[in-house]
């Protein structure tokens, strides 16, 4: 099999090399930027192209790993070829791919970072096709990966992706502000990271509405009331914590 990656971020990175890494030929990446596609055709030995007229027409897989509103431009660009084309996207849906022959979707329910290795067999693997013949193509491939993989409509992702954003996205971001707390009060992130790894691992065999802890959960006022005064200097974090606070205690009522 002769795949083509168009895109060389995040997704693009880790797809090819878990690809690469199972024997499957990824002949070119396409960028923008011929310097991004250039350092991930590099490393799995591929061409590095940075225009769509230099997409190889004879390829049996086309994965398109861009922006979301990029992904039309691309599949317009691969009007008329015979092999599978996949868009990698959770929050869009299949029918962009609709002027193609043959399409479908192979969304990774993952965060990824270029820096950082991932295991990809652990990677549940969405899937959808336009037909029964590339539906069975995309099954190959995720066997292949060893991914564990789903077959998911596009209304159905969409939701997945959503619930992502707040599962992976918005509790990112929670670090974030909760390292900005601790450093505003002179003291280290370092001290929180094995409070975040022992309630990453209790949703691993618990619902997470059954391992809530906190003082919102326990209506703990006088605790919530000290909080907030901390966070008099910081009103944006103040409006956070309340809004937060005031959906635990309602989901817990």
């Not at 083509?4 to 997704?11: E, L, Q, Y």
């Not at 549940?124 to 539906?135: D, T, W, Y």
């Not at 939701?159 to 009060?185: G, Q």
């Amino acid at each position: 099999m002769k795949v083509v990656c168009i895109g060389s971020g995040n997704v693009a990175t880790h797809l090819t090399y878990a690809l690469k890494a199972k024997g499957i030929d990824v002949i070119q990446v396409w960028s923008r930027d011929l310097a991004n596609a250039s350092e991930l055709a590099k490393i799995i030995n591929a061409v590095a192209i940075s225009n769509l007229n230099e997409i190889d027409r004879s390829a049996d897989l086309y994965v398109i790993a861009v922006k979301d509103d990029a992904i039309s431009t691309v599949a317009d660009a691969l009007r008329g070829v015979k092999g599978l084309v996949v868009h990698t996207s959770g929050a869009t849906a299949i029918e962009v791919l609709s002027p193609l022959k043959n399409y479908g979707v192979l969304y990774p329910l993952q965060t990824f970072s270029k820096a950082k290795p991932i295991d990809f067999t652990n990677v549940p693997l969405c899937i959808e096709a336009s037909n029964e013949e590339a539906l069975e193509v995309l099954k190959g491939i995720a066997q292949l990966l060893s991914s564990p993989f789903y077959e998911v409509s596009s209304d159905k992702r969409k939701i997945l992706h959503l619930a992502a954003v707040f599962a992976c996205n918005f509790v990112n971001h929670l670090y974030t502000l909760s390292d900005k707390i601790v450093e505003h009060f002179e003291l280290d992130f370092e001290m929180l990271k094995p409070l975040i790894m022992e309630t990453a691992l209790k949703v691993q065999t618990e619902l997470p509405i059954n391992v809530q802890t906190g003082p919102a959960v326990r209506n703990d006022e006088q605790t919530m009331i000290k909080h907030k005064d901390l966070l008099n200097s910081m009103p944006e974090l103040k409006e956070i914590y309340q809004t937060l606070s005031k959906s635990i205690k309602k989901t817990h009522l």
